[in-house]
């Protein structure tokens, strides 16, 4: 529509909006559609910014992000739309308020019209497009937290010790130790591989008078125990889940029965978990460093032994319930690389899933026996030699 033959017309097309119910007592609104209108003849093309300091004073030095006018020029939108539904145009011509700009411009009624139609049939797809894209990424997100939560979710296995509010608790192995007077007149802290415990102290001691043992305030652990408590650390972090940690030699019934149990260490050293350790086996046993296998009339001893290019040792995981209607795990080696070796199979999500499908379906306590060997604690075998399973 050209201005310049229209002027009068516009002017009242102002002045017939300007005096309308929508206008009459917003006097913000009538100044910024008078101001829209004077630069729009002008032809001048508007800016927020322009706006602002020309009509507001706002100093956008101050603040930048001064969101006065984009907030009137919403609200003059709405006014102007409001008023074209309930008053047909004068003059055949509209005032029109294009979304996201700030120049007002002027159409014909024809032109407007078509523009309203134009943007209604856009409503229409861009309403089926977005339930279309909001069930798509619905669908998506559902996807997502369904692996997610089944990707978070632990073996079977472990999921007694990471449900919310478990009660979990960590032994870890522990030498007693005692002192012996020696010729130098003075105590010395030493290892007996057959005292374990007070009542073994007493024992020895009615063998032996003449050596007069005495117990000492301390235990000691091999290196097994920090590196093994590093490992289980991480996995029950990665699970969110946590534990409490006790040692062998301070270990309670109690302790037993109000927690789901995992114990690492040496089973010579055992006192309480000697009476819970394959209690339920038809085909383990310990023997001397290591243990015996025995079904129907096949028998093996697997017992730590010495080969050229290192040692070979082995190391039993037990899975079981407990009285309590806990669980209790037990890495157990005499030698502390064969209890690292298996926790870290045993906190392995990928090697789980394989280790799970060899237990029967009715089946997830087990007692398995391993075969480690390796120069370094870092660098070592781990295989599964034996496998005995319980019905659930």
């Given amino acids: 529509m050209k201005v310049e033959q229209n002027k009068k017309a516009i002017d009242e097309t102002l002045e017939q909006i300007c005096s309308h119910a929508l206008f009459i007592h917003s006097n913000t609104h009538t100044r910024l559609l008078r101001y829209l209108v004077e630069k729009a003849i002008l032809g001048e093309d508007l800016k927020e910014y322009t706006i602002g300091s020309d009509l507001f004073g706002i100093d956008y030095s101050i603040d930048k992000n001064n969101g006065t006018v984009r907030s009137y020029m919403y609200k003059l939108r709405k006014k102007v739309a409001a008023y074209y539904e ?11 308020l294009e979304k996201g700009q700030y120049n007002l411009s002027f159409l014909s009624s024809k032109e407007y019209q078509s523009s309203i139609n134009k943007e209604e049939s856009y409503f229409k797809i861009s309403k089926q497009t977005l339930l279309t894209a909001t069930l798509s990424v619905a669908g998506s997100l559902l996807l997502f937290f ?15 010790y990471f449900i919310k509010g478990a009660n979990n608790l960590i032994v870890v192995s522990d030498q007693f130790t005692v002192t012996q007077k020696l010729e130098d007149g003075l105590r010395h802290a030493v290892l007996y591989g057959d005292i374990n415990n007070n009542k ?4 020895y001691n009615q063998k032996h008078p003449d050596i007069h043992l005495k117990n000492t305030d301390y235990t000691i652990m091999s290196k097994m125990a920090p590196y093994g408590i590093k490992i289980l650390t991480e996995w029950f972090i990665s699970n969110q889940s946590s534990y409490n940690l006790q040692l062998e030699s301070n270990l309670t019934y109690d302790d037993v029965r109000e927690n789901n149990i995992l114990f690492i260490g040496q089973y010579k050293t055992m006192n309480i978990s000697n009476s819970l350790f394959l209690k339920n086996s038809k085909m383990f046993s310990t023997y001397r460093d290591g243990f015996k296998y025995a ?26 319930p407990i009285e ?20 870290r199979k045993f ?35 781990c295989e599964l030699v034996e496998l005995e399973t319980f019905n659930n």
């Fill in 295 to 320: 079904n129907n009339n096949e028998e093996k001893i697997y017992n730590t032994r010495f080969k050229e290019n290192g040692k070979l040792e082995y190391a039993m995981v037990s899975y079981k």
């Fill in 86 to 96: 309930s008053a047909k145009p004068i003059n055949d011509i509209v005032f029109h």
């Fill in 146 to 160: 369904i692996i997610l939560h089944f990707s978070r979710k632990p073996n079977i296995l472990w999921e007694p």
């Fill in 324 to 343: 309590s209607g806990k669980m209790a795990f037990y890495f157990v080696s005499n030698n502390d690389i064969g209890v690292l070796a298996t926790l």
């Fill in 200 to 203: 073994d102290l007493l024992n």
């Fill in 347 to 381: 906190t392995d999500k990928d090697w789980l899933k394989g280790f799970e499908k060899q237990l029967p379906k009715n089946s997830k306590t087990f007692n398995a026996l391993f075969e480690v060997s390796g120069l370094q604690r870092t660098d070592v075998s």
